[in-house]
């Protein structure tokens, strides 16, 4: 059941990794995330939030971008780091068992939500994962 639970806390985890990374990758060095009309992107660079005068929506939007892709990879990263170095700790603690769970059935809310069908099913995907994964440890 261990290496059960190994190989699915991992394969949750990279799923997060590889999704997070192509949405850095399409976030910075493809046109993916830019709006098929251009006065759309111009008004947002062009206009700042409410909050901040600061800072451009356009920025904001690839700052959120950004940030939201380093976070999944975090994630996954640490996901998979405990799969493979430090399945001993995750497994003793409650608390980061729980944290897995909420963080990513907040994304799978998310996902739902406002996404699409591929990071929406992969996010799915691993958090059916970690919850296999953590309920064999209790079996």
Do not use: C
Request: cysteine-free.
């Amino acid at each position: 059941m261990e290496v059960l639970s190994n190989i699915l806390l991992g394969a949750g985890g990279l799923i997060y990794l590889v999704l997070g990374t192509l949405h850095w990758v399409y976030t910075f060095y493809t046109p993916r995330f830019r709006p098929y009309d251009e006065s759309v992107e111009a008004g947002m660079k062009a206009t700042t939030p409410r909050l901040t005068k600061r800072t451009t929506m356009w920025k904001a939007w690839m700052g959120f971008n950004g940030s939201h892709s380093t976070g999944a990879m975090f994630f996954g990263f640490m996901a998979l780091y405990f799969s493979l170095a430090a399945m001993p700790v995750f497994k003793t603690s409650i608390l980061l068992q729980v944290v897995v769970l909420i963080n990513s059935a907040y994304y799978m809310y998310l996902g739902k939500k406002y996404w699409f069908s591929i990071p929406r099913n992969g996010i799915i995907l691993a958090t059916i994962f970690f919850t296999i994964a953590i309920v064999l440890f209790y079996i």
